[in-house]
């Protein structure tokens, strides 16, 4: 008899996808709890969820059902689901679950190694999300980004704001590869975790897609509270 394979997030439940090129799709959210981060994001919208809520076992079956049942996709978030406590699970859920499409929220820290290990590529869309404040960091998102624009689906979300580092990244990601072929795979997103701000700090976002040619991804699940 096959063992029922188990994994361990904080949250399953049904809703859309608030960002990136499947915005609006239905989705079911599976949020692991933990992050590679020593230090979380300012604009992190999961910060609080993730510090009080207790991992609890889903069942592969039963979240295939829920799929299946509400013809669903999979986005899985977190935390970060290439985490070594997580990595294991989120391979499992990819390679095991039929689904017609899914998403990979990650702020690359072992996506690379995941890509590598994931069977059926065909269905899944990477949104790989740097997380740069200070210059280590910067040149880690360079370096990642010259492993993943070869990969076509990588797509790379960035939260826009306007200082130094994050201009010389977008400038970075604009020279580096000069073709138009990749730059549908780029998102700018405003930064912000209520409503108010996030439309506040849209213009500056709308402005630097006009200025790079990349696309501007609402984050649509803070603005109309569906998550």
């Excluded at 072929?181 to 409503?195: D, F, I, K, N, Y």
């Amino acid at each position: 008899m096959k063992e029922e394979k188990i994994v361990h997030l904080i949250e399953a439940f049904n809703s859309f996808q608030g960002e990136g090129p499947d915005v609006g799709k239905s989705m079911i959210i599976l949020r692991f709890k933990y992050c590679s981060r020593v230090h979380p994001c300012p604009w992190c919208d999961t910060l609080i969820k993730m510090r009080i809520s207790m991992e609890a076992p889903y069942k592969i079956s039963d979240l295939q059902k829920t799929i299946y049942e509400n013809k669903l996709g999979i986005l899985i978030s977190g935390g970060e689901p290439t985490f070594e406590r997580h990595f294991d699970d989120t391979l499992n859920l990819l390679n095991e679950l039929d689904f017609v499409t899914a998403n990979v929220e990650s702020n690359g820290y072992n996506l690379y190694g995941l890509i590598q290990q994931v069977k059926n590529q065909d269905k899944i869309k990477y949104m790989y999300s740097p997380k740069i404040f200070n210059e280590v960091e910067l040149e880690d998102a360079k370096k990642l980004t010259e492993k993943f624009l070869p990969i076509p689906n990588v797509h790379f979300k960035i939260v826009y704001e306007n200082n130094p580092l994050i201009i010389e990244y977008l400038d970075f990601l604009y020279t580096y590869y000069e073709s138009l072929a990749w730059q549908h795979r780029v998102w700018l997103m405003p930064e912000g975790s209520t409503r108010e701000k996030l439309i506040e700090n849209s213009h500056a976002v709308f402005d630097a897609c006009e200025k790079y040619n990349f696309n501007f991804s609402s984050r649509s699940h803070i603005i109309f509270g569906f998550v």
